[in-house]
């Protein structure tokens, strides 16, 4: 099992930055991939950003070039710095881990959300 908590989220005027921040314990030897979804009211969850353990990154089209991924294996944290935010960067932010165990075992995990809400 990982454990995984958040902060970092808040209420932020269009256009300032806020940083998101990821611990996660446990199982932590599991752990592949991380990286942030979020869901805005009446849609989906959705992918933002993520991180494989090598480093390379995957992006949302709507958030490239302002949010940046990163992420410290000696901490097991997982960052998201987000810059020039919008209004409809509105939403819960949730961390997200994929883990796979020795046995092959494939596991998800998800951090209990943040709210971000930007003001226009």
């Known amino acids: 099992q990982v454990q995984l908590v958040e902060s970092g989220g808040g209420l932020v005027q269009a256009g300032g930055s806020l940083r998101l921040s990821c611990a996660a314990s446990?199982?932590?030897?599991?752990?592949?991939?991380m990286g942030w979804y979020r869901q805005a009211p009446g849609k989906q969850r959705e992918l933002v950003a993520a991180?494989?353990?090598?480093?390379?990154?995957n992006y949302a089209d709507s958030v490239k070039g302002r949010f940046t991924v990163s992420r410290d294996n000696a901490k097991n944290t997982v960052l998201l710095q987000m810059n020039s935010l919008k209004p409809e960067d509105t939403a819960v932010y949730y961390c997200?881990?994929?883990?796979?165990?020795?046995?092959?075992?494939?596991?998800?995990?998800w951090g209990q959300g943040t709210q971000v809400t930007v003001s226009s």
């Open positions: 991180i494989t353990i090598g480093g390379s990154t």
């Open positions: 997200h881990v994929a883990s796979r165990y020795s046995d092959g075992t494939r596991e998800q995990y």
């Open positions: 446990g199982s932590i030897f599991s752990i592949n991939d």
